[in-house]
């Protein structure tokens, strides 16, 4: 199988990691850690008295990652990791951007530290902001009915 090239491919997951959390410590953030579970990647800090988590799903190979069936299973495993790690390493290059010019507006003064992750807010209950709005908002869309803030979202 063959993943075309995209800008990103030359850094590993691993590489976009420490790029993002040099990027978050240059801002002031702390309590940098990253996660992967499955199909999904997470990083989590704290910064300007608040806590965030991003969860990112990562990008798939596209169809099955099976060989020929007369290669050895080993091989196959290895040349599999290979294919998964080279499509995932866009995810976390792409996030390593999205950080990067989040960072860049909060350090102009353009916006805050919160208003550029507010999806990603972590709220008491170790909920995001996106966890409890996301069905809010969706609902509110469909309806076709204004929000409204008269009356608090949040329990």
């Keep these: ?11 590993s997951s691993e590489a976009s990691r420490k790029h993002i959390k040099l990027a978050l410590e ?25 806590q965030f988590r991003i969860v ?13 069936v007369d290669v050895a ?8 990791a290979k294919v998964l790690e080279r499509v995932n390493r866009k ?3 792409a996030l390593a951007a999205a950080i990067d010019a989040k960072l860049g507006a909060a350090s102009a003064g ?7 992750f507010l999806a990603h807010v972590v709220l008491p209950g170790n909920q ?10 969706d609902s509110a869309y469909r309806s076709g009915l204004r929000l ?6 949040l329990p």
Excluded: C
């Excluded at 990112?56 to 020929?68: F, I, N």
């Excluded at 995001?128 to 908002?137: Q, R």
């Excluded at 409204?148 to 979202?153: A, E, G, L, R």
């Design 1 to 11: 199988m063959t993943v075309p090239y995209t800008r990103g491919d030359s850094y």
């Design 26 to 50: 240059n801002y002031g953030a702390t309590d940098i850690i990253f996660g992967q579970r499955g199909v999904l990647g997470a990083v989590a800090f704290k910064g300007d008295g608040r």
């Design 91 to 93: 995810s976390w290059h």
């Design 110 to 116: 353009i916006a805050s530290l919160e208003s550029e």
């Design 128 to 137: 995001t902001v996106l966890d409890e709005l996301e069905s809010v908002i």
């Design 56 to 68: 990112m799903p990562l990008l798939q190979s596209e169809g099955p990652l099976a060989l020929r």
């Design 73 to 80: 299973d080993s091989h196959l495993r290895e040349t599999n």
């Design 148 to 153: 409204s803030f008269d009356h608090p979202v």
